[in-house]
């Protein structure tokens, strides 16, 4: 499979814990993005990486939030002290500079704080 | 603001019915317009692009069109099947990488 790959699929944690998701983009795909989804809502910008550097955070992103992309290959996201508003869908996409720069998604990270 | 509204929010229809969803948009700069189908619980993926420049663009049963002047696109679904259930959401890309989803039309098709 050539496509955005995301871990888990799924994950439930308790209030307070820190969890991680990963994110591999498409191979040759140098911009990488997380995107958060609550339900009946469309997908919310996170972050925005170009290679290694991440360019752009939205304000959506606290301090509890942090996002690397150490080799400009895969993307790790991660939440500390996680709350249960931070439950939704987390959802990577990657595109190349090159061409429409279609941008292809992951089937994204679901999480459920209890 | 840049925004991206759709309509209608959610829609039934039968199986073999046509349906057409809308999408205004107030992006700016304007660089690009996608649809994307979203099936519940998985990441959206691309049904069309299109640019500036073009009015039509068909992927099969799905027909897209766009009017750059009024700032509107629609989203054309022929001869529904069970399958096409899901979110459709429009993307309007506003620069280099930003992209402005809207919040999407849940469309429920019925046998």
């Known amino acids: 499979d050539t496509g955005v790959s995301q871990n888990p699929r799924h994950k439930i944690t308790k209030r307070g814990q820190n969890v991680t998701f990963r994110c591999d983009p498409i191979?040759?795909?140098?911009?990488l993005y997380w995107y958060r989804q609550t339900l009946g809502q469309g997908p919310e910008f996170l972050t925005y990486?170009?290679?290694?550097?991440?360019?752009?955070k939205s304000r959506l992103l606290s301090d509890r939030f942090s996002a690397e992309r150490p080799k400009g290959s895969f993307s790790t996201l991660e939440i500390q002290r996680t709350e249960q508003g931070d439950s939704a869908m987390y959802l990577c996409?990657?595109?190349?500079?090159?061409?429409?720069?279609?941008?292809?998604f992951g089937q994204g990270t679901r999480l459920t704080v209890v | 603001k840049n925004q991206v509204e759709q309509s209608p929010q959610s829609l039934i229809i039968l199986e073999g019915k046509n349906c057409t969803l809308q999408?205004?948009?107030?992006?700016?700069?304007?660089?690009?317009l996608r649809w994307y189908k979203q099936d519940t619980g998985r990441g959206p993926v691309s049904l069309t692009i299109?640019?500036?420049?073009?009015n039509t663009k068909s992927n099969g049963r799905y027909t897209a069109t766009l009017d750059a002047d009024t700032k509107q696109s629609s989203l054309h679904i022929t001869a529904s099947q069970l399958s096409d259930s899901a979110s459709y959401i429009c993307?309007?890309?506003?620069?280099?990488?930003?992209?402005?989803f809207g919040t999407g039309t849940r469309l429920k098709v019925l046998a």
């Open positions: 996409a990657s595109s190349s500079t090159e061409g429409r720069g279609e941008a292809f």
């Open positions: 191979s040759e795909h140098n911009r």
């Open positions: 990486f170009q290679n290694e550097a991440q360019l752009e």
């Open positions: 999408c205004n948009y107030t992006v700016s700069p304007f660089s690009n």
């Open positions: 299109m640019t500036f420049s073009e």
């Open positions: 993307v309007v890309s506003g620069g280099t990488y930003k992209y402005i």
